[in-house]
């Protein structure tokens, strides 16, 4: 390919993605400094407690099976002294208080429904610590625009993206309940240094539902830990939220054990910016983004030239995901372990990227993937429930806790794991079977799309990730379940090896130009021009459920339902789908691509 093509395929790519992603506004974040440490659990008699329970607390109590977990719920009632939680935090004396909750509902309407100041209430015109705009990541301006124009008439303002300072003083502007450690915001640290570090949350009946905090879309999120060192959340179940139902931000030393994340309009569980993090045996489902995001996860292996790892910042293990777009995702998902979960029936089982600008640690690099179940990722959300238009009900309206999901970003409906653009990723060991349309991707992503346009860095993504001892199409019992193809990869990036993995009667299946050298021997060499390749999913992501010229993009595949694969090559789908002639489409496409930036800019105005 001459550079004058490639030039126009690299364009072409560039332009298609440069539309702003469909994310909520964030301040910009910084890593922790890493000195923190994973907090243990303090035990059912902690002398610093506080105990909170329900109205209904009491027949629920009485209502659980005989045994531990009905022996501390009774004793701890008598105790209770708090009938909301967010009280309980406030009242917080001591680092390292336990707040045990009691079985129950909890809507925590004090602060749902709580009149701002006239300071909150104002925060674009009055904020002694305000944003601008180009240092926020996101790009929605407000959780409600309708609220949001009939508040402004008023004098309101409602921004999302707040700093750190004033998301401590209007708390729950945006939160249902918060948990702030740093009480120092005006000075350079971001160390958890107040009264609130190692706040243990722990309910107390004998599974995470049975104490449910039920954030009704009333807030952004339904809890956030921000600068929270030593935080520790434990067999609680949150939903009902726009955003997240649990929001862990800037936090050096967390675990997230046993809890529930499900019904949310976008993600179930996100940390971002955070170190020394643990997230086990939960269960994420019904969330239109992912059940797990662990973003810009704590760069600590952004100079390591080697694959292996020298340390994780986030450990994830023993969860469920399902029932969500996809299981587990996230935008610089750096130095990130996730192991011995299950994601399946999602639209897309696992994904990791370097797409989006403004999230600390791109370009992505050294998350581990390994000993999952991922499979059965085939649930197409885009037709079931954008298609037919439910996911443009209003947000209460579209029955979020019984099965709606309304994906909030486009994937390849049917993929088990997807890397756009990272580097030294390990995929090792894990059985990955039954998604109809690719059991792996891998896609290169332009450094331009994260806004950085330094010319050395265009090809510093896909380079470097191994795909190894994996049981491809085949199911943890032995039985065959094939996936439509094994490995899908657009040729781009160096040191990416696929080897030693495991198939099916039909032996691999693959659309390799050039199958890469074995992991010792250095792996892939640097193809000029292959990510053609990619030209042939350009369209999909224009993808916004909102707007109803764009919500199923004119020829994008991905959300079309991927046929089920048979156990014989013929009867899998036609790779030639993806290698369309981009040269011959680059002038239309790259028209697209403009007019749909110009047109979402306008809008935007």
């Given at each position: 390919m001459s550079r004058r093509a490639l030039a126009l395929v690299v364009l072409m790519l560039s332009v298609a993605w440069a539309a702003p992603a469909a994310a909520h506004e964030e301040r910009p974040a910084q890593f922790p400094d890493g000195t923190g440490h994973r907090p243990h659990f303090l035990g059912w008699d902690n002398t610093r407690q506080r105990v909170v329970c329900h109205g209904d607390s009491a027949a629920a109590v009485a209502a659980l099976p005989a045994g531990a977990a009905k022996q501390r719920s009774e004793r701890l009632l008598r105790a209770c002294r708090f009938h909301s939680i967010q009280d309980a935090v406030t009242s917080i004396r001591h680092r390292r208080t336990s707040i045990y909750v009691l079985p129950g509902v909890y809507h925590e309407s004090k602060y749902a429904d709580a009149k701002r100041s006239y300071y909150c209430s104002h925060l674009k015109t009055e904020s002694t610590s305000p944003l601008l705009s180009s240092e926020y990541i996101g790009s929605i301006s407000s959780p409600d625009p309708g609220a949001e124009k009939e508040a402004a008439a008023s004098g309101e303002t409602n921004p999302i993206a707040l700093s750190y300072a004033d998301q401590r003083t209007?708390?729950?502007?945006?939160?249902?309940?918060?948990?702030?450690?740093?009480?120092?915001?005006?000075?350079?640290?971001?160390?958890?240094?107040?009264?609130?570090?190692?706040?243990?949350?722990?309910?107390?009946?004998?599974?995470?539902?049975?104490?449910?905090?039920?954030?009704?879309?009333?807030?952004?999120?339904?809890?956030?830990?921000?600068?929270?060192?030593?935080?520790?959340?434990?067999?609680?179940?949150?939903?009902?939220?726009?955003?997240?139902?649990?929001?862990?931000?800037?936090?050096?030393?967390?675990?997230?054990?046993?809890?529930?994340?499900?019904?949310?309009?976008?993600?179930?569980?996100?940390?971002?910016?955070?170190?020394?993090?643990?997230?086990?045996?939960?269960?994420?489902y019904y969330n239109g983004d992912s059940g797990f995001y662990p973003g810009s996860g704590s760069d600590l292996n952004a100079d390591n030239p080697d694959f292996k790892a020298t340390r994780y910042a986030i450990e994830i293990r023993g969860n469920s995901s399902h029932h969500n777009t996809l299981g587990y995702s996230g935008t610089a998902g750096n130095s990130i372990w996730a192991h011995d979960n299950q994601f399946f029936d999602n639209a897309t089982g696992i994904a990791t990227d370097s797409l989006f600008p403004g999230h600390p640690g791109l370009p992505q690099d050294h998350a581990r993937w390994s000993h999952n179940d991922i499979h059965s990722n085939n649930s197409n959300w885009y037709a079931r429930f954008v298609d037919t238009g439910v996911c443009a009900e209003p947000m209460e309206d579209r029955d979020y806790l019984h099965g709606t999901v309304c994906p909030v970003v486009p994937t390849p409906v049917g993929t088990g794991v997807l890397i756009a653009g990272g580097n030294f990723d390990s995929t090792d060991h894990n059985w990955i079977y039954d998604n109809w349309r690719y059991g792996t991707m891998q896609f290169w992503v332009p450094a331009v799309l994260r806004d950085d346009y330094d010319p050395s860095h265009l090809y510093d993504t896909s380079n470097d990730n191994h795909t190894f001892e994996n049981q491809m199409g085949i199911d943890p019992h032995g039985a065959e379940r094939p996936n439509g193809m094994d490995h899908w990869w657009d040729d781009q990036g160096t040191g990416n090896c696929w080897e030693d993995n495991h198939y099916g009667s039909a032996g691999q299946t693959d659309n390799f130009t050039v199958d890469p050298a074995s992991c010792a021997d250095g792996g892939s060499v640097f193809l000029p021009g292959a990510a053609v390749k990619d030209a042939g999913f350009l369209s999909c992501s224009q993808y916004d459920r909102n707007d109803p010229t764009w919500n199923h993009p004119a020829g994008c595949t991905w959300f079309d339902d991927p046929a089920r694969p048979g156990a014989r090559p013929a009867d899998r789908p036609d790779s030639s789908a993806v290698l369309v002639a981009p040269l011959a489409l680059t002038g239309a496409a790259l028209a697209l691509g403009i007019g749909v930036v110009r047109r979402r800019w306008t809008r935007a105005a």
């Open positions: 209007c708390a729950h502007n945006l939160n249902l309940i918060a948990l702030f450690g740093d009480r120092t915001p005006n000075d350079d640290s971001i160390r958890c240094n107040s009264r609130f570090c190692g706040t243990q949350l722990i309910g107390t009946g004998a599974k995470p539902t049975d104490v449910i905090v039920d954030n009704r879309f009333t807030k952004l999120n339904a809890i956030r830990a921000d600068r929270m060192g030593g935080f520790y959340l434990s067999n609680m179940t949150f939903q009902q939220s726009e955003f997240n139902s649990i929001y862990v931000m800037e936090t050096d030393g967390f675990v997230l054990d046993r809890v529930v994340a499900r019904g949310n309009d976008e993600y179930g569980v996100l940390a971002f910016a955070s170190d020394h993090g643990l997230i086990q045996d939960s269960e994420a």
